[in-house]
């Protein structure tokens, strides 16, 4: 959608998401064989197949927001910002715009995972923390001795991508926490410099960050969902 806006060619496949989105499109058809049988009279399947299309949607809006965020990076040439025509300071804050949305959507992406699992799973993880995240959750999975071969595949995962996850962390917590990302950024470049100029941010190793914490998020699904898969056609299907 986002590409069209921009007058750029839609999406021709679906890249990195693809698999995840295999793997929850197959949960969706199990959830949706359960539903038409009339075996959902508490509605739990019809909740776990919205949260389930959500999800998809919502890895869809972060593959847009990745691929603009790089879209603009890349027209970014300057190293500061003062020396910026005024198109190419528009492409600097469109990037900043959307590696936020990003970074956002990153997290986002995975607390709802943490919740569906949560939930299909009965953790109850609530018990323990009210407002809890995935990684919660991948505790929980520990704590109560379940899905260990599940929590393995997705530690694994959370340790792989712990770097730029950890950047992305950082900046996600300032921009909700504190104050913008960006002016935080000027504010210690003031911090250390004379004339007054700023000098930009890595741009591109922000947006590697970001990149990694899509594909991260992409694997994580699909881990997720490919277990969750086998573990309904075993349970329902024998």
Request: glycine share 4%; net charge neutral; aromatic share 10%.
């Amino acid at each position: 959608m986002l590409r069209i806006l921009l007058g750029l060619p839609p999406r021709a496949e679906l890249g990195e998401m693809q698999d995840a989105v295999d793997a929850m499109q197959c949960v969706l058809h199990q959830l949706q064989s359960r539903i038409s049988k009339g075996h959902d009279p508490e509605h739990i399947w019809r909740k776990h197949e919205v949260w389930t299309k959500g999800l998809i949607v919502s890895l869809d809006e972060l593959e847009q927001s990745v691929f603009l965020s790089g879209h603009f990076a890349d027209r970014v040439r300057k190293t500061y910002q003062e020396e910026m025509s005024q198109q190419e300071n528009a492409n600097y804050h469109r990037h900043i715009y959307f590696y936020k949305n990003g970074f956002i959507r990153v997290f986002s992406i995975l607390d709802k995972l943490g919740t569906l699992m949560n939930d299909l799973f009965e953790l109850h993880t609530e018990r323990a923390k009210a407002h809890f995240s995935f990684f919660t959750v991948l505790r929980q999975f520990r704590y109560l001795g379940v899905h260990l071969a599940l929590m393995d595949k997705l530690n694994t995962l959370k340790e792989q991508y712990n770097e730029p996850l950890r950047h992305l962390r950082k900046w996600r917590n300032i921009e909700i926490h504190y104050m913008n990302m960006e002016m935080q950024d000027d504010l210690s470049q003031r911090d250390q410099t004379l004339d007054g100029k700023i000098k930009l941010e890595d741009i591109q190793e922000r947006q590697k960050d970001l990149e990694l914490g899509y594909r991260m998020a992409c694997e994580t699904l699909q881990a997720s969902f490919e277990y969750i898969e086998l573990m309904l056609r075993n349970k329902y299907h024998r």
